[in-house]
């Protein structure tokens, strides 16, 4: 019995390997490195890169090669960008509260704010865009006015992904706010008396993770601003750049 099944072995396995040939197949990669499908190896597929043309070099039996193959498209799609624009926007009830006029496309979000707090007045004092692609950090900055030393605005993420959906844009690690200048006096140690005043920045702003619709504003965070008189508030929109 075990002779006849060790002939019935035999005899199917050049069948097998005829159903299932050893291939080589050269794959172009157009929107992604050798690295990100170096793990793929572990499928059993012999895997070989080219620097000069960016692409690999598949070989295995064809099935297997096949499934590789299919999983690279997958992985070679355009990474797709994100533009993110935050509005710092002050908020106090102060007639000569500092900044300009809200524009008329943060209305809405404006009523809201109105609704929740007392201040009776709101100002922009800033505007910060930037442009990414997913997985990849970003900043930028601007300055508020032209006093010496200037106050400054921040923003900046870690990075950014998009649901598959396309709905949704995830931030890791954004940080929005303002630089403020002060004053300080240092003071010499060994004689004890006051000596030349120097100017620090302290942060006012938000740092965090959020999601956030595409689209949509959204108040993300309320810091203090010079006091308990006034707010700074920030509001971000996202948008998804195929």
């Known amino acids: 019995m075990k002779r006849i099944a060790l002939w019935a072995l035999l005899v199917a396995a050049p069948l097998l390997a005829q159903n299932n040939p050893q291939v080589t197949k050269l794959v172009i990669l157009k929107n992604i490195d050798q690295r990100a499908v170096t793990m793929l190896q572990s499928w059993g597929v012999s895997m070989v890169p080219s620097g000069s043309t960016n692409s690999i070099a598949l070989s295995g039996p064809q099935d297997k090669v096949a499934a590789v193959e299919a999983a690279i498209k997958q992985l070679d799609v355009p990474a797709k960008s994100v533009e993110l624009t935050v509005y710092f926007v002050v908020g106090g009830d102060q007639a000569t509260l500092a900044g300009s006029a809200v ?49 400054m605005s921040q923003f900046s993420i870690r990075s950014a992904a998009v649901t598959d959906d396309g709905s949704t844009v995830r931030i890791d690690r954004m940080h929005a706010g303002l630089r403020l200048p002060y004053s300080k006096t240092n003071v010499d140690a060994k004689a004890g008396i006051p000596g030349p005043k120097t100017t620090d920045y302290i942060n006012s702003g ?10 949509q504003k959204v108040v993300v965070g309320r810091s203090s601003l010079e006091g308990p008189q006034q707010a700074l508030f920030l509001i971000l929109t996202a948008t998804v750049i195929q």
């Open 103 to 151: 524009p008329q496309d943060l209305r809405d979000v404006i009523a809201q704010l109105k609704g929740a707090f007392a201040f009776k007045e709101y100002k922009m004092l800033d505007t910060l865009s930037l442009r990414t692609r997913t997985g990849s950090p970003a900043e930028t900055s601007g300055i508020l006015n032209s006093a010496s030393p200037p106050r």
């Open 206 to 215: 938000i740092d965090q993770d959020i999601d956030i619709k595409v689209g």
